[in-house]
């Protein structure tokens, strides 16, 4: 075997792995039988990425040239600096870095899929497995525990994951994205992700997650507009109205919605969130540091001990008090240059994957909406899933704006031949 196809094998086997994590994110962990080890999409990805860093070194000396991306595969510069600036936060001594491990890890996995979906058929291909493997989660909790279905009590959806508030997150942003097939697809597929959808949906509605039913919600909301599906929207908030009103767990979740004080969780929260908008005051520019062992620490200097909550449950209050101002306004301009490059090659209805584009902009309204009460970066599997939404978004808007520059072209092309037919003299 010669070194280029040795090295093509190796580059075949990196993008198997990647694949496999992107699985797994619909799959959730599966657990060893034999002892604690398991495999999860977060395992799965970061040693993949030790994989396909060796490949590249390979590729480097073979070329005698480093190239991480090319210009087709280009990092967004937000993206760029609002990694530089979460590593600025825990300068100059790095120490309570044990998130930063995580959300390095992360961002590579970006890297990796623009590196390796760059082609059309790859990044379909991740669009699919993103909105449609999700069912797998659903079928493998309900089998574990079918006691879920019970509505006359609140046992909250949440295996294989580590809190509910996990999967109803992934969910708010899965469901936009299996829609959008739904609607972009014909036959099987269809049939496929409608399937999907109503499997996530019964489980979103079982994690008795209040921002991730706001966010499916305001996602929704945007979908039918955009689309001109407000009778189909009507039917589904009717459908969650009747809920609502009649199956009694669902009314205790909604009730405190409206008087947030009479849930002991909130009011935490509150307290937590409070206490942190008073330490961003204190450290304006760069924060506290990145992670929760930072937030904590200077919580603890405040006097206030963070002991029924991990984090303050808002991504932008958690943000601000440990990257500073710079951090979040690096992170409102990545999500929203990523709702904007979904956005914008979609409001043209005869656009080329038009649904798909209004499904990724929907999956981000969904996250920056359930961000206001949870924090996407402290778990594997939302985390994982951030940064593949971000891939996602730039490798369809890239191979979009390609489709409309060729159609552009052909028109122009047909245009001027039109005007030197023999016809127009």
């Keep these: ?29 599966i ?31 073979r070329d005698r040239q480093l190239a991480l991306a090319s210009r087709r595969q280009s990092i967004p510069l937000s993206l760029l600096l609002f990694f530089i600036l979460v590593t600025l936060s825990l300068l100059p001594d790095f120490h309570g870095a044990s998130d930063y491990r995580y959300f390095f890890f992360a961002s590579m996995h970006f890297l990796m899929l623009m590196d390796l979906c760059a082609n059309e058929k790859r990044a379909r291909l991740l669009l699919l497995t993103l909105g449609l493997a999700p069912a797998i989660l659903v079928v493998r909790g309900l089998l574990h525990e079918p ?65 991730s039913w706001l966010g499916w919600a305001v996602s929704m909301i945007f979908l039918a507009i955009t689309m001109k599906r407000r009778k189909e929207l009507a039917v589904i908030m009717i459908l969650a109205a009747l809920a609502a009103g009649f199956v009694v767990p669902l009314q205790g979740r909604f009730v405190t919605l409206f008087s947030p004080r009479s849930d002991l969780s909130i009011t935490d929260r509150l307290q937590v969130i409070d206490a942190a908008l008073n330490l961003a005051l204190a450290n304006p520019v760069l924060g506290v540091g990145y992670g929760r062992d930072r937030l904590r620490e200077g919580l603890r200097e405040s006097r206030l001990e963070m002991r ?31 709702f904007y490059q979904a956005l914008r090659h979609s409001i043209n209805r005869e656009a080329p994957n038009r649904p798909a584009q209004l499904g990724i902009a929907a999956a981000w309204i969904a996250f920056a909406v359930t961000g206001l009460g949870d924090v996407p970066f402290y778990h594997h599997e939302t985390r994982i ?10 490798l369809y808007a890239r191979d979009a704006s390609t489709e409309v520059s060729t159609i552009r072209r052909s028109r122009m092309e047909r245009s001027a031949g039109d005007r030197n037919s023999p016809n127009c003299r």
Excluded at 1 to 24: D, E, H, P
Excluded at 385 to 394: E, K, R
């Design 147 to 211: 006691m879920l279905l019970d509505i006359t009590q609140m046992r909250r959806f949440g295996y294989p994951s580590d809190h509910p508030n996990i999967v109803g997150y992934l969910f708010s942003m899965t469901l936009p994205l299996g829609l959008a097939i739904a609607l972009g697809e014909k036959g099987l597929l269809r049939v496929l992700a409608l399937i999907s959808c109503c499997a996530q949906l019964l489980a979103l509605a079982l994690t008795y997650s209040r921002g």
């Design 308 to 338: 029924r909550i991990a984090h303050t449950h808002n991504i932008y209050v958690e943000l601000l008090a440990t990257t500073g101002l710079l951090g979040l306004g690096a992170f409102l301009w990545l999500i929203c240059g990523a």
């Design 385 to 394: 899933f951030f940064f593949s939404l971000v891939a996602l978004t730039y």
């Design 1 to 29: 075997m010669t070194v280029n196809k040795f090295i093509a094998r190796w580059g075949q086997c990196v993008y198997v792995g990647l694949c496999v994590s992107i699985v797994m994110l619909g799959v959730g962990r």
């Design 31 to 61: 657990e060893s039988p034999w002892g604690r080890a398991s495999v999860s999409a977060w395992s799965v990805s970061r040693t993949t990425f030790f994989i396909w860093l060796l490949w590249k070194v390979l590729i480097a000396v």
